[in-house]
């Protein structure tokens, strides 16, 4: 409020979301339909809050600040969402990524805040907030009652698209043959994908598959390539 001090422990954040536009389109595939699904027709008047959950490098803090990025949503991570100030965010959808970090009475009043009317709470975990821990009884019980929608590990299609893009992103023109190739012999994950290619950049001269078998060393004993 105007001419007024923040609370102690409390300061300003700033609320305005960075687009998500300048990054590559998130790829849809089986593995994540679901909640694009979801999150395409999210928040409603049913569901004010929602948890979006997947394995580390899955994606979902992508798809949820495209979310965010659409409904103008206020995003904050982890324990940085102690600092919110609840009149500022009151009524407004608000993107809580890593909630698991943040604390149990700031968890509470996001979600009472969200339930009171007119605002939204998207929670993103790697596990589903009733596998949280949580010592505030009241707390436990929101917890468990909050629905969830799930993003799996990537699929070939999407893990294809992270390898072009992260190519791309460095002006890298891989042959045709190498991501199939790659997707073989790396974990699936962004961070996978970003250290991968991160390797083959690394080395003198043009990406070539020769170039990554180098690097990567062949699946086994009996791999043809």
């Known amino acids: 409020m105007t001419g007024e001090e ?3 422990g409390q300061m300003k954040l700033d609320l305005t979301h960075e687009g998500a536009g300048r990054h590559r389109p998130f790829v849809t595939s089986d ?3 679901a909640a694009v699904a979801r999150l395409a027709t999210w928040p409603d008047a049913l569901t004010p809050v929602l948890a979006l959950i ?3 490098g899955s994606g979902k803090s992508r798809l949820a600040a495209d979310w965010a990025e659409r409904v103008g949503a206020v995003p ?3 324990a940085e969402a102690s600092l919110l100030d609840p009149l500022e965010v009151e009524g407004r959808p608000i993107l809580l990524d890593r909630a698991p970090d943040a604390d149990d009475e700031t968890l509470f009043h996001l979600i009472n805040l969200a339930r009171s009317g007119g605002g939204a709470l998207l929670l993103v975990a790697r596990s589903a907030p009733s ?3 949580a010592a505030l ?5 929101r917890l468990d009652a909050v629905p969830t929608v799930a993003i799996q590990t990537p699929d070939d299609a ?4 992270m390898l072009e893009a992260e190519f791309a992103r460095r002006s890298i023109a891989p042959p045709a043959d190498l991501i199939p190739w790659l997707l073989k012999r790396i974990e699936r994950s962004s961070g996978a994908v970003e250290a991968a290619v991160a390797r083959l950049d690394a080395e003198p001269g043009a990406v070539t598959r020769a170039v990554a078998r180098r690097v990567f060393g062949p699946l086994g004993p009996g791999d043809p390539d």
């Open 6 to 8: 923040p609370k102690r």
């Open 137 to 141: 009884p009241d707390l436990r019980s």
């Open 54 to 56: 997947g394995p580390k």
């Open 158 to 161: 999407v893990l294809a698209e």
């Open 76 to 78: 904050v991570h982890g």
């Open 31 to 33: 593995c994540n339909a």
């Open 131 to 133: 596998s949280w821990e």
